[in-house]
C-alpha cells in the first residue's frame, strides 16, 4: 500500500538551516504538503508543492521535489525557537487531491538557542 | 480566514460509553475526513465523506464508528462503545479540491478510562 517515510528527529542551532526529508510511494498525487504540529495544537497546513514542480519557495521555507526518487524535503532557513515542532509530510492517494491523506511519522525539530 | 471547528476540545469518557464527536467544517467545502492520532504515533485516516455518503474507510473504522451530516453544516463521528485503546487526539478535516487542500481543525483529545 502507500507508504510515506521521515526521519524522526532533527535538532539544529538557531539561525542553522533546518532540512526535513520524506519519501513516498504513491506517484500519482497532484499535490504534496508540509504540515506543522506543535505541542497539544492541531495539523497546521506550512506549504505545499505542484507535482510538476521541482522547487518552491516561501519566505524561510523552500521544497524540493524529486519526482524521480519520490523524495520531498522542506528547509527551513535561519531556524528560530518557534520553528520548534513536529513535521508532518503528507501525501494525497491518488491524482484527485480528494484522497485519504497518506502522513508520514512527523520529524521532530528541536531549535537550541 | 476559514477555519474547521471542533468540539469538544477534550472528552473523558468512560470505556463502554458512546461518544460524538463534532466538527463544522469550511462552508463551501464538499469533502469531509476523520482523521486519529495516538499519543507519539502516526497521523492515521479513519474515514472519508463526500455527497453524504462514505468514499473511503480504513480498517480502523469497523462497526463500532459511524459518520453523519445531520444537517447543512455539521459533520459527526460517533464511537458507539468505547475501548481503552481509542484514546487519541481525533482530527476532522474538509478539502474543497482546491490546491490549499485539506484544512484540518484543531483536534479533540478523546480520553477513555
Known amino acids: 500500500g502507500e507508504d510515506v517515510e521521515q526521519s524522526l528527529f532533527l535538532s539544529v542551532r538557531e539561525g542553522d538551516s533546518s532540512v526535513i526529508n520524506c519519501t513516498y510511494t504513491d506517484s500519482s498525487s497532484t499535490y504534496l504538503y508540509w504540515y506543522k504540529q506543535e505541542p497539544g495544537a492541531g495539523l497546521q497546513l506550512l506549504t505545499y508543492i505542484f507535482s510538476n514542480m521541482d522547487m518552491k519557495q516561501d519566505q524561510r521555507l523552500t521544497v524540493l521535489l524529486n519526482k524521480k526518487d519520490k523524495h520531498l524535503s522542506l528547509r527551513i532557513a535561519d531556524t528560530q525557537t518557534g520553528d520548534s515542532a513536529i513535521y508532518f509530510c503528507?501525501?494525497?492517494?491518488?491524482?484527485?487531491?480528494?484522497?485519504?491523506?497518506?502522513f508520514g511519522q512527523g520529524t521532530t525539530l528541536q531549535v537550541k538557542p | 480566514e476559514p477555519e474547521v471547528t471542533q468540539t469538544p476540545s477534550h472528552q473523558v469518557t468512560q470505556m463502554g460509553q458512546e461518544v460524538i464527536l463534532r466538527c463544522v467544517p469550511i462552508s463551501n467545502h464538499l469533502y469531509f475526513y476523520w482523521y486519529r492520532q495516538i499519543l507519539g504515533q502516526k497521523v492515521e485516516f479513519l474515514v472519508s465523506?463526500?455527497?453524504?455518503?462514505?468514499?473511503?474507510k480504513s480498517e480502523i473504522f469497523d462497526d463500532q464508528f459511524s459518520v453523519e451530516r445531520p444537517d447543512g453544516s455539521n459533520f459527526t463521528l460517533k464511537i458507539r462503545s468505547t475501548k481503552l485503546e481509542d484514546s487519541a487526539m481525533y482530527f476532522c478535516a474538509s478539502n474543497n479540491r482546491g490546491e490549499d487542500g485539506y484544512t484540518f481543525g484543531s483536534g479533540t483529545r478523546l480520553t477513555v478510562v
Open positions: 503528507a501525501v494525497p492517494h491518488g491524482s484527485s487531491n480528494t484522497g485519504k491523506l497518506i
Open positions: 465523506f463526500y455527497n453524504n455518503e462514505i468514499s473511503e
